[in-house]
């Protein structure tokens, strides 16, 4: 099953122009919290109301992440419930008791939170301000817990010229619009042809879920969660609470908060234990060591398409060639990253017949090609030593003899060492 992406080459070329020119004026990273204060401001995303419960544990933790950086006045936007195709009045009912609770205890606005079952208008009308207010100083984080229907909706009403200052940030391949028993309206590619900037993060599951989906949580799964059933503090123990409605140990959304807190992809329980519990403030990770492009998170993709339910590529989705020769490119642009650093790039690829021809350029200069050697399984192809600066363009270029195809997978930069970096 895959998900088209054609640009004719005209429009291809449209796109790739505004890429480029989107790049101007765009604040310099390293990230929005630089530990002492959040520059720009957070938006929330979250469904909760049919298919998981989890949001009811991973809506209040993330406000209680949030809280304990003190950002509460930067969050200017919260929806929760956004799925639309299908809902449950009891699980709405049991995600707003969680919502509505974090933000009483932990001192958020609740003229900010919306329950897009009941009041979808205004929701999308609050996210469309909170988009019209960003600029290259004050730029808005979208949190994505939740699919892209509502967010789209708003993102597609907001102004043009105001989405380059958008950066939206996922870790789950079903809320990107990739579900197999829903039908939803749009996905993620739709969300980045408007010109955001997609930020993709580890899958947090593996991070803060201790039992599976499809069961209820057996007694030792909960023992890693003891830590809020037994705090001496009501509002940890109101975590918990929230936690244990969902029937099985899972906040996994919660992790998106600790990175964009934080630029760590790997928001381990302990992490989160230490920072609300022993309240440690975590210094930022800056840059970052690692930093992982999905191939279909590339702004352009001319020549190639979407293909998903790849059980082997990352997050079961990757970009296949359909014409013998194309490309992705995109603008580096991702928190908590180096204003110009030294790397290595690796490039996970493959290739069908002989010949095919790939090529890495960085800020529109060669920076490596490779042949890929013919077969169906997936291979990564290192160029090292690669200096790259905020706001390069990235690409990847393909060209395959007659018969052959091409497939990536992702690109994913390793910083050499710290010292090869200019903050």
């Known amino acids: 099953m895959s998900h088209p992406t054609l640009p004719a080459s ?19 990273h390293s990230g ?40 509460q006045e930067r969050l200017v936007h919260f929806d929760y419930n956004n799925i639309l195709t299908a809902t449950n009045p009891a699980w709405e009912k049991e995600h707003e008791t969680s919502v509505l609770g ?6 958020f606005d609740r003229s900010r939170f919306y329950n897009c079952r009941r009041n979808l208008d205004a929701a999308i009308a609050s996210l469309v301000r909170a988009v019209n207010e960003s600029s290259p100083d004050n730029p808005l984080y979208l949190v994505l817990a939740g699919p892209m229907q509502a ?3 708003a993102l597609s009403k907001a102004e043009r010229g105001k989405l380059r200052y958008v950066y939206c940030i996922s870790h789950s391949r ?19 042809a408007l010109g955001v900037h997609w930020v ?11 039992s599976p989906w499809g069961r209820r949580a057996r007694p030792e799964e909960w023992a890693p969660w003891h830590w809020l059933r037994d705090a001496q503090d009501d509002n940890l123990r109101f975590l918990w609470r929230r936690l244990r409605a969902v029937t099985r140990a899972d906040c996994s959304d919660a992790g998106m908060a600790y990175f964009l807190m934080t630029g760590d992809e790997e928001a381990r329980i ?19 060591a690692r930093v992982r492009i999905e191939a279909e998170n590339f702004a352009v993709l001319e020549g190639a398409r979407l293909d998903q339910d790849d059980p082997t590529a990352s997050h079961r989705l990757h970009v296949g060639f359909i014409a013998p020769a194309g490309r992705i490119l995109t603008i580096f642009d991702e928190p908590y990253t180096a204003k110009r650093a030294l790397y290595d790039v690796h490039v996970r690829f493959a290739a069908t017949g002989d010949g095919c021809r790939f090529s890495l350029a960085v800020a529109g200069q060669g920076a490596g090609g490779w042949t890929g050697a ?50």
């Open 10 to 28: 005209g429009r291809a070329s449209a796109l790739a122009l505004a890429l480029i020119l989107s790049a101007v004026g765009l604040p310099a």
């Open 32 to 71: 929005p919290w630089d530990g002492t204060a959040f520059h720009g401001r957070i938006a929330w995303s979250a469904d909760g109301n049919h298919n998981d419960e989890d949001d009811w544990g991973a809506s209040p933790m993330a406000l209680a992440i949030f809280a304990a950086f003190g950002v």
């Open 102 to 107: 974090a933000v009483e205890r932990f001192g």
């Open 151 to 153: 967010p789209y909706l």
């Open 174 to 192: 079903w809320n990107e619009g990739f579900a197999r028993a829903y039908r939803f309206t749009h996905n993620k590619r739709d969300l980045i």
């Open 200 to 210: 993709q993060i580890r899958d947090q599951n593996q991070f803060l879920r201790t």
């Open 270 to 288: 302990a992490k989160v234990r230490s920072l609300l519990a022993d309240h440690v403030l975590p210094a930022p990770s800056a840059p970052r």
């Open 374 to 423: 013919s077969g169906a399984r997936w291979r990564v192809h290192a160029v090292e030593r690669v200096t790259i600066a905020d706001k390069d363009r990235i690409q990847v270029a393909v060209h395959c003899p007659e018969g052959g195809r091409a497939r990536l997978d992702y690109v994913e930069l390793h910083l050499r060492q710290r010292g090869d970096w200019e903050p």
